[in-house]
């Protein structure tokens, strides 16, 4: 594997490194590709956070989220759910994320593969690991607390909440604490999903703050989702800072 060392100034100038590596792991005879990275400038073990990518696989955009965490102190590792090399472009990319969406038990294994990566990883604090999810990957943390795992947290960026038929979630069956952040205006999220979700989770018990923020749509985290709403998904700079700061917020709960 390759590490490379990327050197990154403090706000006292004081220098830190962030080392990253390429991990190739496995599920069910596929060979499966993640991006694993940390600050080397903290000691021991620490809270951990799995990445989970959008429809398009693992891309820079992950890597630039898993930096960010790891900056935060976290120990990161971000998945890879299609396998080395698949990083498909739409139309492709929705072909590609159907595959999982409508099988859910082969989605939750590839969760879990990446999840079994970063638990066994000798920086990771166990009982202190969350996963986020961005889009597809929004989706894919929201089915790691369905399957029951084992986890602090989950955090879905604008992902899809609905649940496949006999995969909702069961009374007392989600561990994690569940963190939804959803474009208020999201199209491809409509009101009665959001209302089903809500109630999947009261009636399981789980512990759930979800956070709306008006005027966002789809992908309101990605600039390459561009700047106009009218097609559905969109960067808001307002919408992707708040969430971030959400999400940080959720960690120190979580955490503590």
């Given amino acids: 594997m390759k590490v490379l060392a990327l050197s990154l ?3 006292a100038s004081a220098s830190a490194a962030l080392v990253e590596k390429t991990v190739e792991y496995q599920h069910d005879g ?6 694993h990275v940390y600050d080397d400038a903290v000691t021991g073990k620490r809270p951990a956070v799995l990445v989970i990518h959008q429809w398009t696989g693992l891309t820079d955009y992950e890597k630039m989220r898993a930096r960010m965490l790891a900056e935060l102190g976290y120990n990161v590792f971000a998945a890879d759910i299609y396998g080395k090399g698949i990083r498909p ?18 989605f939750r294994g590839r969760l879990k593969a990446g999840l ?4 066994k990883d000798e920086r990771t604090e166990p009982a202190k690991i969350a996963a986020i999810g961005y889009c597809f990957g929004g989706t894919g943390v929201l089915e790691l607390a369905r399957s ?20 909702a979630a069961t009374k007392d069956g989600v561990k994690a604490k569940v963190l939804v952040l959803h474009g208020a205006v999201d199209p ?15 009636d399981a018990g789980a512990d759930l703050e979800f956070v709306a923020y008006d005027g966002a749509v789809h992908a309101f985290t ?35």
């Fill in 9 to 11: 100034l403090t706000a």
């Fill in 30 to 35: 596929v060979t499966l590709e993640g991006f």
């Fill in 89 to 106: 472009v739409p139309p492709a990319a929705g072909q590609e994320a159907g595959k999982y969406k409508g099988d859910r038990d082969l």
């Fill in 116 to 119: 079994e990566v970063l638990q």
């Fill in 148 to 167: 029951g795992a084992d986890i602090a947290g989950v955090v879905s960026f604008h992902g899809s909440l609905d649940a496949a038929e006999g995969k």
């Fill in 188 to 202: 491809y999220v409509p009101p009665a999903q959001v209302d089903a979700f809500k109630k999947e989770m009261k």
């Fill in 222 to 256: 990605q600039k390459m989702a561009g700047d106009d709403p009218s097609k559905g998904a969109a960067y808001d700079e307002k919408a992707n800072k708040a969430s971030w700061e959400a999400m940080k917020t959720f960690f120190g709960r979580i955490f503590k």
